[in-house]
C-alpha cells in the first residue's frame, strides 16, 4: 500500500503565497501602466474602463461554460447590482485618475480603502467600536494627509477622484463581505464581471470611438492580465496566512513606482513614500486586530454567538 504524501511544510506554502501576491500585484500594476498609456494616446477613462471589463469578461468565459446559468444563482440580486454600481464607480474614478496623477501616488491613495472600510463596518455592519480600530484610522488619515498635503498643494481632481473610489471600493469590500455569507466566490466573480461590464458601457457610449487595431491589444492585455492577476492572488490567500499574505500586497507600490518610471519618467516624492509607509503602519494594525478577532469568535460556540443575521448586525 502506497504511504499518503506528507503534508507540505506551512513554510513553503507561506513562501509560495508570498510569491504568487508579488506576482500578482506587479501584473496589477502593469495593468495600471497600460492604461495610462492608452489614455496618453487619446482613448477616453470610460471606454479604457468599458474595455478592461469587456476583456476580462471574455477571460472569464471557461468558467461561464462549465457553471452554465448555475452560477448566476443567487436570491441577493439586489445586493450584486448596487455592489456592480459602487465598483464600477470606483473603476471610472481610478482611470480618469490615472490620467492625472503619477501612478505611484494613486497607488498610495488606493491603500486607503481598508480604512474607509473599517469605518463602514462599524457606522453601517454594526461592528463593534474598539479604540485600536480608530487609531488605525487616525494613523490612516494622517498617511493620505502627508501624500496630498492639503494647504500647501492645491487638492486637484485627481486627488479627489482617488478618494472617492477608495470610499467606493471601501463600500465594496462591505457588500462583498456580506454576499459571502449566503453566495459562493464564483457566483459573486460572476456577478462582478456582468455588472462591471454593463455599467461602463452606458458612459463609455457618450465618448464612444472605436479605437484601432494597437490600442485594442493593449485593452486585450488589460483585461486579460487584470483576471490572472485576480486568480493568482486568490491561490496566494488559498496557500499562505493572511498576516504574511495582505502586507505583502503592498509591495504595489514598488511596482508601481517602477512602471511609473520606465514608461513615463515618473519619481515619487519623498511625501508618497513617507505618507505610504504611514498608512501601511495603520492599515497593518487594523489587520492585525481584526485577525485577533476572528480566530476569538471561531473559538467561541455558534451558539454563543447569538442574533447575528447575514448583514452581521446583532
Known amino acids: 500500500?502506497?504511504?499518503?504524501?506528507?503534508p507540505e511544510p506551512r513554510a513553503?506554502?507561506?513562501?509560495?503565497?508570498?510569491?504568487?501576491?508579488?506576482?500578482?500585484?506587479?501584473m496589477l500594476s502593469l495593468v495600471d501602466g497600460i492604461a495610462k498609456l492608452?489614455?496618453?494616446?487619446?482613448?477616453?477613462?470610460?471606454?479604457?474602463?468599458?474595455?478592461?471589463?469587456?476583456?476580462g469578461m471574455l477571460a472569464m468565459a471557461p468558467f461561464f461554460l462549465?457553471?452554465?446559468?448555475?452560477?448566476?444563482?443567487?436570491?441577493?440580486?439586489?445586493?450584486?447590482?448596487?455592489?456592480?454600481?459602487?465598483?464600477?464607480?470606483?473603476?471610472?474614478?481610478?482611470?480618469?485618475?490615472?490620467?492625472l496623477v503619477p501612478l505611484a501616488e494613486a497607488t498610495s491613495i488606493s491603500f486607503m480603502s481598508p480604512v474607509f472600510?473599517?469605518?463602514?463596518?462599524?457606522?453601517?455592519?454594526?461592528?463593534?467600536?474598539?479604540?485600536?480600530?480608530?487609531?488605525?484610522?487616525?494613523?490612516?488619515?494622517?498617511?493620505?494627509?502627508?501624500?496630498?498635503?492639503?494647504?500647501?498643494?492645491?487638492?486637484?481632481?485627481?486627488?479627489?477622484?482617488?478618494?472617492?473610489?477608495?470610499?467606493?471600493?471601501?463600500?465594496?469590500?462591505?457588500?462583498?463581505?456580506?454576499?459571502?455569507?449566503?453566495?459562493?466566490?464564483?457566483?459573486i466573480v460572476a456577478y462582478m464581471s456582468i455588472t462591471l461590464t454593463l455599467y461602463t458601457l452606458v458612459p463609455a457610449l457618450f465618448v464612444w470611438e472605436w479605437p484601432g487595431a494597437r490600442l485594442l491589444s493593449m485593452l486585450a492585455a488589460m483585461g486579460a492580465?487584470?483576471?490572472?492577476?485576480?486568480v493568482v492572488q486568490t491561490y496566494s490567500y488559498r496557500d499562505g496566512e493572511v498576516t504574511l499574505v495582505e502586507p505583502t500586497g503592498y509591495i504595489r507600490l514598488v511596482w508601481a513606482a517602477a512602471v511609473g518610471f520606465i514608461l513615463f519618467a515618473e519619481v515619487p516624492e519623498i511625501w508618497t513614500w513617507a505618507g505610504t509607509a504611514v498608512i501601511i503602519f495603520g492599515?497593518?494594525?487594523?489587520?492585525?486586530?481584526?485577525?485577533?478577532?476572528?480566530?476569538?469568535?471561531?473559538?467561541?460556540?455558534?451558539?454563543?454567538?447569538?442574533?447575528?443575521?447575514?448583514?452581521?448586525?446583532?
Open 66 to 99: 462549465r457553471t452554465g446559468l448555475a452560477g448566476l444563482r443567487t436570491t441577493r440580486l439586489p445586493m450584486h447590482l448596487g455592489r456592480g454600481a459602487l465598483h464600477a464607480t470606483a473603476m471610472l474614478c481610478w482611470f480618469t485618475a490615472l490620467t
Open 1 to 6: 500500500m502506497t504511504p499518503a504524501p506528507a
Open 225 to 230: 492580465l487584470g483576471t490572472a492577476a485576480h
Open 283 to 314: 492599515a497593518t494594525l487594523l489587520l492585525r486586530e481584526e485577525i485577533r478577532i476572528a480566530r476569538a469568535a471561531r473559538r467561541q460556540k455558534p451558539s454563543s454567538v447569538p442574533g447575528l443575521d447575514v448583514e452581521g448586525r446583532p
Open 38 to 55: 492608452v489614455a496618453a494616446d487619446g482613448l477616453h477613462p470610460f471606454m479604457i474602463a468599458f474595455f478592461r471589463n469587456l476583456f
Open 117 to 187: 472600510a473599517s469605518i463602514g463596518a462599524v457606522l453601517i455592519l454594526g461592528e463593534r467600536s474598539r479604540p485600536i480600530r480608530w487609531a488605525s484610522v487616525a494613523i490612516g488619515f494622517t498617511g493620505m494627509l502627508i501624500i496630498i498635503r492639503p494647504g500647501v498643494i492645491d487638492m486637484n481632481l485627481g486627488a479627489t477622484l482617488l478618494i472617492t473610489g477608495a470610499v467606493c471600493m471601501a463600500g465594496v469590500k462591505l457588500m462583498v463581505k456580506s454576499l459571502s455569507r449566503t453566495d459562493s466566490p464564483e457566483t
Open 12 to 26: 513553503a506554502r507561506n513562501a509560495r503565497a508570498i510569491m504568487l501576491m508579488v506576482l500578482s500585484v506587479a
